[in-house]
């Protein structure tokens, strides 16, 4: 082989370009994003839900009312009402605690999640595509479901059912988690694993893929065109009414599931079947209107504050 061959002679084991933009080459990149988004995702996390929480409760409520005679709640305002007027204003702040130890990780998961998936489906121009924005946001839902979101919101709901009970028994998250781990072992705080991964996953890709299509479309082709935050904050809104209306079903079943009457159903198909012979399909819509109203602000305070964190970030740190 002569001295031009040899010059011109590329290893097929050398990195190509867009290996170093994405894929396995950009690993370094992609850990250093995905780390960023971990950190950034669990403070926003921890801040939102602080914010949030009172709408999280009474549609939790509202999904464990069942008809008829164990009917106790006439709607959003009457649930407010006889919550405050039974348990004080903070009343609707029960079960606070657990959501804090659970939205810190669950946050940190899915962004970081998100993050090191879209730095290895980027393209040349660090864009993803519209099936590529679909499959990162599902993926984060998906590690969000197995890793926080089960056990954390099941624990939750367990809490709040119990609260519902005349003698509640859960003193508190420490003796609630031991209660429910020595009644049903360790895979009582993973009742609707299933339903939950559905859920996340399908939010998550409705989420992410609305958010990146928006802010693509702001932009116009500029990718270095900033998105300013009260804007992030409305397509947030709009990502997560979009959320809501395309997987409520899934999080009135998974919710049945994690409560502390899953034992009669014999699996999330089961529990899906049960809620439609018995209640109808209007049940599997149950809650939907506070949970629009906590999820599209959860959604845009969660951008707008995550965007922020990525921007300080990105400016300090880095790789």
Known sequence: MDR????????????????ISSGAAAAPSGG?????GIIAGGITGGIEICITYPTEYVKTQLQLDEKGANKRYNGIADCVKKTVQQRGFFGLYRGLSVLIYGS??????RFGAFEFLRSNFVD?????SGSGKLLCGMGAGVCEAIIAVTPMETIKVKFINDQRSPNPKFKGFAHGVREIIKTEGISGIYKGLSATIMKQGSNQAIRFFVMESLKDLYKGGDHKKPVPKLLVGLFGAIAGA????????L??????MQGLEAAKYKNTADCAMQIFKNEGLAAFYKGTVPRLGRVCLDVAI???IYDSFMEIFNSIWKG
Not at 32 to 36: M, Q
Not at 124 to 128: N, T, V
Not at 242 to 249: D, E, I, L, R
Not at 251 to 256: A, G, I, S
């Open 302 to 304: 969660t951008f707008m």
């Open 242 to 249: 979009a959320s809501v209306f395309g997987n409520t079903p």
């Open 104 to 109: 810190i990780p669950k946050s940190a998961t």
């Open 251 to 256: 999080d009135v079943v998974k919710t049945r």
């Open 4 to 19: 031009h061959r040899l010059s011109t002679f590329m290893s097929p084991f050398q990195a190509r370009p867009w290996m």
């Open 124 to 128: 040349s121009q660090g864009q993803l």
């Open 32 to 36: 250093s994003k995905g780390l960023k």
